[in-house]
């Protein structure tokens, strides 16, 4: 075995690298759930290689937006919320974190919905009873298991997403169409070629995401050496922000690779087969069976499974901190179950209405529909709050932005802009 202290400079760089990782990571593979999963299966069996680009024009956009998220959390030592209540009213924070519970809420259903559905293709048994399941499960890890026991599990399940990069390996997929097509796309323009765009760029960039990211850099400072937020440390400081940078950077890079595989498999085996529409995770799963194989439909379902496992807390959590911190709770996972009451009370309370709203009759496309509709009015504001206060030197101190972020930041915010224009103005003419 080698010696730690006579590593290779390759070896060395590596082990940084993956000390690294943590809240971007999580983050990223959280961007990856089942509703995600949805949308880019029908963007591939709808439009083949035809969107594959839009991964890469929303890499460098989402990864400048949660680096923001993630600074404004570790240098001000505060959450989202507890930021935005410097520079807006209360009444619109209150607003916007009404909104962002309300679409977490409905992609919670939709989420444990195709988990529920996913796990009964592959080993039988009721929706329901599979969904109470995952539903308890996820509950009481957030409530019961502290931070620093709890984080590793996250990062554990980050692994479940590489099933989507074994699935594309599985089938035959046309490589050289595949990436032509990738970097120059020949678009259809259409009403559901734009529609769909919107879609993945309205997955792909989240406001859950943001407020997630910005908490957990404050539940890592309170874990660390240095418990004090970066603006109040005389010096130093710009190797915790290097470390954000990697953290963050690899997290949305694997979110992108996995966005990309997905629509790689959909467009390859569906597409190709004249499958064209899909309506949920679970049946782009099981239209891959029949055509791709069992291995293919099981790496596929069993992938449903585990980025809920990992989006479903991300979803609940980022609600909880959100009302917490705008009503100045006390807002920690590390924390016992009677030191932060009201944190837990959200979280539960957005997981068992999500798991309630299984049994209502309103299937997994409209919460889906309802959840970017919210997201969509959540994004924008929250996206410009975020470069007004990443852009201050007050709120940021010696750590204010650089200008390359800082212009990524907000054209980005103009895209999301666009997009979200686009999707109400979808529902205006549909």
Do not use: C
Request: proline residues 4%; hydrophobic residues 55%.
């Amino acid at each position: 075995m080698a010696d730690p202290k006579h590593a290779t400079p390759r070896t060395a760089a590596i082990r940084n690298v993956l000390r690294s990782l943590g809240p971007g990571l999580v983050t990223g593979a959280a961007d990856d759930d089942p509703s995600g999963i949805a949308t880019y299966s029908q963007a591939g069996a709808q439009f083949g290689f035809g969107l594959l680009w839009t991964v890469f024009l929303t890499t460098p956009f989402m990864i400048a937006i949660q680096l923001v998220s993630a600074y404004i959390g570790r240098v001000t030592g505060k959450g989202l919320a507890a930021n935005v209540k410097e520079i807006a009213p209360r009444w619109s924070v209150l607003l916007l974190v009404f909104l962002l519970v309300a679409a977490n809420t409905f992609n919670i259903a939709a989420d444990i919905a195709a988990m529920a559905e996913a796990l009964s293709l592959v080993i039988g048994g009721l929706n329901h009873e599979h969904a109470l399941i995952f539903a308890a499960a996820s509950t009481l890890l957030q409530v019961f298991v502290p931070y620093r026991r709890y984080t590793p599990f996250l990062k554990f399940l980050t692994f479940s997403l590489f099933a989507y990069v074994v699935t594309a390996l599985t089938v035959d997929v046309p490589w050289s169409k595949a990436l032509l097509e990738a970097v120059w796309p020949r678009p259809a323009i259409s009403t559901d070629y734009l529609m769909m765009v919107v879609a993945v760029l309205g997955t792909t960039i989240s406001p859950y995401l943001f407020f997630w990211q910005a908490s957990q850099e404050v539940e890592e400072m309170n874990q660390g050496r240095k418990s004090r937020p970066l603006r109040e440390i005389p010096k130093g400081g710009r190797l915790e922000l290097n470390r954000i940078k990697i953290d963050t950077t690899v997290g949305m890079l694997l979110s992108n690779v996995i966005a990309f595989s997905i629509i790689l498999t959909t467009a390859s085996v569906l597409h190709a087969n004249g499958v064209t529409n899909i309506n949920s995770a679970t049946e782009a799963a099981e239209a891959l069976r029949p055509l791709a194989g069992n291995f293919t439909f099981l790496l596929f379902a069993l992938g449903i499974i585990g980025t809920g496992l990992l989006a479903i807390p991300v979803l609940a959590g980022s609600a909880a901190y959100g009302v917490a911190e705008a009503f100045g709770w006390h807002a920690t996972l590390e924390a016992k179950a009677p030191e932060a009451a009201q944190f837990y009370t959200i979280i539960a309370a957005a997981t068992v209405i999500g798991f309630g709203l299984g049994f209502t009759g309103i299937d997994a496309i409209h919460m889906l529909v309802w959840s970017a509709v919210l997201n969509g009015i959540v994004a924008v504001p929250i996206m410009t709050m975020m470069m007004v206060i990443v852009s201050n030197s007050r709120a940021m101190g010696r750590f204010k932005a650089r200008s390359w972020l800082i212009a990524l930041g907000w054209i980005g915010t103009a895209l999301m802009g666009v997009a979200v224009a686009a999707l109400f103005g979808s529902f205006a003419f549909a």
